[in-house]
T-cell receptor, first 115, second 111 residues
């Protein structure tokens, strides 16, 4: 079974540019999450999809971040325009339907560096 | 909002030493508890999880964790670490479907 895959693994962009991160969850996983880890701090929740619907986007930092999940399959996270403080590792995770009693499977993350 | 505290940011041990990593969470209601590990260059992997029942949970690779409700703690233990346990360890709590993570503990095991 394929795991959660994220693309790209690394991205270096200049301040003001746009970057789009992609996540392919495990097939059949309705839940898809985006998380971010900045500078060795805690992994922070960004948002949660159930199928194609945004269940909770309370962790999105501001309106420069836009997440979509087309047809309830893969998801993209766009940052436009990128700022220096957006640098960090962006993790995607997916899980089976359920009220938290299932583990989340994580991708390897995308390391974003804004210069 | 919930929060998770991991007290040890960086731990250095010699092989065969015993390990205990602390984890405390702030939420007082029903929670589900997890420990994840990230080996160098790899993705986060589940070590163990607690939903209910026996508060002493056994996971993979000889790890175990004890849920102490009165202390809001879920400490991770291993009696004898190996060099291959060198990794970063994350405690996590979920309420419904949102995971709250601690800041991680880097474990460095010297051969």
């Amino acid at each position: 079974e394929a795991g959660v895959t994220q693309f790209p693994s690394h991205s270096v962009i200049e301040k003001g540019q746009t970057v789009t991160l992609r996540c392919d969850p495990i097939s059949g996983h309705d839940n898809l999450y985006w998380y971010r880890r900045v500078m060795g701090k805690e992994i922070k929740f960004l948002l949660h999809f159930v199928k194609e619907s945004k269940q909770d986007e309370s962790g999105m930092p501001n309106n420069r971040f836009l997440a979509e999940r087309t047809g309830g399959t893969y998801s993209t996270l766009k940052v436009q325009p990128a700022e220096l403080e957006d640098s960090g590792v962006y993790f995607c995770a997916s899980s089976w339907p359920g009220q938290g009693r299932t583990e989340a499977f994580f991708g390897q993350g995308t390391r974003l560096t804004v210069v | 909002a919930q929060s998770v505290s991991q007290h040890n940011h960086h731990v250095i041990l010699s092989e065969a030493a015993s390990l205990e990593l602390g984890c405390n969470y702030s939420y007082g209601g029903t929670v589900n508890l997890f420990w994840y590990v990230q080996y160098p260059g790899q993705h986060l992997q589940l070590l163990l999880k607690y939903f209910s029942g026996d508060p002493l949970v056994k996971g993979i690779k000889g790890f175990e964790a004890e849920f102490i409700k009165s202390k809001f703690s879920f400490n991770l233990r291993k009696p004898s670490v190996q060099w291959s346990d060198t990794a970063e360890y994350f405690c996590a709590v979920t309420n419904f479907n949102k995971f709250y993570f601690g800041s991680g503990t880097k474990l460095n095991v010297k051969p």
